[in-house]
């Protein structure tokens, strides 16, 4: 390829045949910056709806993803975990997206088109694409510059579909390998093709953007940054922050997601929600109460708290389970605390208070409890949150150990005390002591 010298090689949109290269803007380009008050009042007053949904799953397709990873069975599983909306992205390949949008389409779920591109830097960049036409377009971009064959014993089978899940074939090319392609080029590529250009997994150290590049080219025309669930960081500047599972096999499916609050299931709305036009919003949803806690720490230890306690208590008799995280840091007024349970607000106005309160909320409402939260200025802050505990619904406790591994991790200076006791037996202590 030209140019040769990484990053500072723009993709040139002539490379391809690229609807945008004249500079002229489609009508429906995702990337239109439209706004608020370009919208109609029909639009404006159109309710909206709440959404799940997971925008990076893999197929049989992905050399290192399982074989049962098939359109039909990912499409059962989507709809059984509560999604509304699916992202299919191989690595470097589309051509299972089609078979999963058929059968997608068969259960009234909506998914989109995508790609995981690895770029000649090892970063995994999301494209998220409107239309298979659109789709095709990248595809060609991705395959002039992906070299290498598959070597099935040693990277997996590369397994094309029909939507009922029968094999019509598989890709030779090296999927696992990386195109030559720099990240700006991609996500450039990506925009050429009126898609969405999303750093995957932006802090894991492999693949990760932030985590393996160790930050983002200053400039770079993300339209949002995917976090793994276990991301302590879940802000990146002023890119809109999503999170999504990067399931590889099916019960991976779902454990992490993003809710949307958009008009409808759809990339446009989707597009929208990121920029937060009109209102529309996209908040990160988390499936174990441990990233709960590892959240509602983080905010404790940023309102200069040095003394944290977490109570886990499980009541079997009264089918009731108490999450109690007590912190000594700055406190809130009442205005404050009704402001940190409103997810819309929290997330763009201040950086005092996460999300990690409206959705804990959610969460023990969700499985037929309920969250206090006292606070008082200067006297510190307590969230008592209570579940049904054989509540459906009830998100499992999760990896707490590693939970509390990453907060000493990070902060070994905080006096940190967790009980958890079931009934009158007591299932895990610590004290470190501390302040
Ligand atoms: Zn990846
Ligand atoms: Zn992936």
New binding site residues.
């Given amino acids: 390829m030209s140019g040769g010298s990484g990053i500072s090689y723009r993709f040139r949109p002539s490379d391809v045949s690229c609807p945008q290269a004249s500079g002229k803007r489609r009508e429906g380009d995702l990337r239109s910056k439209g706004s608020a008050g370009s919208e109609t009042r029909a639009e404006r007053e159109t309710p909206f709806v709440r959404l799940r949904a997971d925008l990076?799953i893999?197929t049989c397709l992905?050399p290192c993803a399982d074989c049962g990873m098939v359109p039909t069975a990912i499409v059962t599983r989507a709809k059984a975990v509560g999604l509304e909306m699916i992202g299919v992205?191989d690595?470097n390949s589309t051509e299972n997206a089609a078979a999963v949008m058929q059968a997608g389409r068969r259960e009234a779920l909506c998914v989109i088109p995508g790609i995981?591109i690895t770029t000649c830097e090892e970063v995994?960049v999301l494209g998220l694409f409107e239309t298979e036409r659109d789709l095709a377009g990248i595809q060609t971009v991705v395959d002039e510059h992906l070299p290498g064959t598959n070597e099935e014993a040693a990277f997996g089978r590369q397994t094309i579909v029909d939507s009922w899940d029968q094999p019509v074939g598989s890709n030779a090319r090296l999927l696992a390998g990386a195109t030559t392609l720099s990240v700006e080029q991609v996500v450039d590529a990506i925009h050429c093709f009126r898609g969405l250009a999303v750093a995957?997994?932006i802090d894991r150290p492999s693949f990760g953007l932030v985590g393996h590049l160790g930050f983002i080219p200053a400039g770079l025309r993300l339209d949002a940054v995917e976090v793994s669930r276990r991301s302590p960081v879940r802000r990146y500047g002023s890119y809109p922050v999503v999170t999504s599972s990067?399931a590889?096999s099916l019960g991976d499916i779902g454990r992490s997601r993003t809710s949307l609050l958009v008009e409808r299931a759809s990339l446009e709305e989707f597009a929208k929600a990121l920029r937060r036009e009109g209102g529309r919003r996209v908040s990160l949803e988390m499936e174990d109460l441990s990233l709960h806690v590892l959240d509602i720490v983080e905010n404790a230890l940023s309102a200069s708290a040095d003394r944290v306690r977490i109570l886990i208590h499980e009541d079997t008799g009264t089918d009731q389970m108490l999450l109690e995280i007590e912190d000594n840091g700055r406190g809130m007024d009442a205005e404050w605390c009704q402001r940190a349970l409103d997810p819309f607000f929290t997330t763009k106005t201040t950086r005092r208070v996460g999300l990690g309160l409206p959705l804990l909320a959610q969460a023990a409402r969700e499985s037929g409890g309920a969250l206090e939260l006292i606070s008082e200025p200067g006297r510190g802050t307590t969230v008592r949150a209570v579940f049904q505990l054989s509540h459906p619904d009830r998100k499992p406790l999760g990896d707490i150990a590693e939970t509390l591994r990453m907060i000493l991790g990070s902060r070994p200076d905080v006096g940190l005390r967790f009980d958890y006791t079931r009934d009158s037996e007591i299932i895990a202590a610590l004290d470190t002591g501390g302040p």
């Fill in positions: 990076h893999h992905s992205c690595h995981e995994h995957a997994h990067d590889h």
